[in-house]
């Protein structure tokens, strides 16, 4: 987890108003994995690469305390400014070096910042900190989909998907894995009781707009704009022009988006 490519204050402000809080189908199919393996009490939980808290702040109800981590400043900085729960801290840190007694942490979580993870690394510290029959969670999703557009003059979805197309080339090997459901991470998993839920479907309404800034938020996205800062943001607004086209509305018109869920969900041996 020593890639940072959430230095830059308007990046960080644009991810926490673009990303979306965990689904409670998500949070449930944790927390009910957690306590059918360990059982409470629930005292710690640790969520890596933690960005602005949105999975953070979802585990609060559950646990004694919850400790957001990330290896970037400027998004523990973020994280702080959003009113939460007491129990709720954030702390700079990496998924590789875990600053947490042995044995101490009932579950360790991650969304959507696993594939930046040295996984060799940080299962071995994962295996640490974790109680016995403590589980790790990692989750991730794919590119939403727009529901309810069957008869526009372009689809949509076509559209959205040549906007994530405009990030391909820029992707590292990790990020690939997003792709194929963390499959690599899953069997990088040195737990032998594992395994993954998959074709976790969550629907939600956002302004046409909001797809630009998601895919924006992206970490690769950041890679684009350094290499090619003339096309980066040029590309991205063109083709949501086309989307809006495509809808008959403004980019402020509010539309229903369908995205897929994914969790690998492992146990630490008694």
């Known amino acids: 987890m020593t890639v940072n490519f ?7 402000a644009m991810y926490r108003k673009s990303r979306l809080s965990s689904p409670s189908q998500v949070d449930e ?7 059918a393996k360990k059982g409470k009490p629930f005292t710690l939980a640790v969520d890596i690469g933690c960005g602005s808290g949105q999975s953070t702040r979802g585990l609060a109800s559950y646990f004694d305390k919850v400790v957001g981590i990330d290896v970037s400043e400027a998004q523990i900085e973020e994280a702080k400014k959003v009113d939460g729960p007491d129990n709720v801290s954030y702390r700079l840190g990496l998924a590789e070096n875990l600053e947490f007694e042995d044995g101490s942490v009932d579950l360790v979580t991650s969304g959507t910042a696993v594939h930046w993870f040295k996984m060799e690394k940080f299962m071995k510290e994962a295996e640490r900190v974790l109680k016995p029959k403590g589980c790790v969670a990692l989750y991730g999703y794919n590119i939403p ?3 309810g557009y069957d008869n ?6 076509q559209i959205v998907e040549e906007m994530s197309a405009q ?4 992707e590292t090997k990790g990020y690939k894995t997003v792709w194929t459901d963390y499959q690599e991470q899953l069997d990088a998993i ?3 009781d594992k395994e993954r839920a998959e074709d976790i479907f969550i629907k939600f309404k956002k302004p046409v707009s909001w797809i630009k ?3 924006k938020s992206f970490g690769v996205y ?4 350094k290499k090619d800062p003339e096309n980066a943001d040029a590309s991205m607004d063109q083709i949501e022009q086309r989307l809006i086209n495509a809808l008959g509305g403004s980019s402020e018109t509010i539309v229903e988006f369908s995205l897929k869920y994914y969790c690998v969900l492992a146990s630490k041996p008694e």
């Open 29 to 35: 199919l944790v927390l009910n994995y957690l306590k």
């Open 145 to 147: 989909t727009l529901l």
């Open 213 to 215: 800034g998601y895919l």
């Open 167 to 170: 990030l391909e080339p820029y």
């Open 6 to 12: 959430f230095k830059e204050h308007s990046h960080v």
């Open 152 to 157: 526009c003059p372009e689809d949509p979805d």
């Open 222 to 225: 950041q890679i684009y704009l």
């Open 190 to 192: 040195t737990f032998p």
